[in-house]
């Protein structure tokens, strides 16, 4: 049996209680609003984020996530693409996102370091 090439350069780490809310990116730009409902947080790391929803999104297209979690001091917003779907069977989706990158200044295409820090955080709380 083949073992399975680790090929992410993040850690993953679970954080009780974490939720996301995301928006597709359209033609141009996010729409307005994000989707209604709060999203269970698989795991997540420096570079992406893993969690379900129940409905199938799009591979490679970009999306726009509010990461919600116990500890955090506000929400981040996280912008990335997805990378990847699997059905679970019980009519809900496991969704991978990978993060765009991070630059201060709030560069377009980037995530803010803020959110960087953010995430640092957790990852020291949570990755035991």
Known sequence: MKKKVERRSCWRFHVPDATVCYRMKRVVSFPAA???????????????????????????????????????????????????????????????????????GGRRGCNTIEALKSLMALEDKYNL
């Open 34 to 104: 994000y989707s209604k409902e709060s999203l269970y947080v698989n795991n997540l790391s420096l570079g992406g984020i893993n969690f379900y929803s129940p409905r199938e999104l799009p591979e490679g297209k970009s999306i726009q996530v509010m990461l919600s979690a116990p500890g955090m001091q506000e929400s981040q917003e996280l912008v990335g693409k997805v990378a990847w779907v699997t059905p679970t069977g019980r009519q809900q989706f496991q969704v991978g996102v990978e993060f765009d990158p991070y630059a201060p």
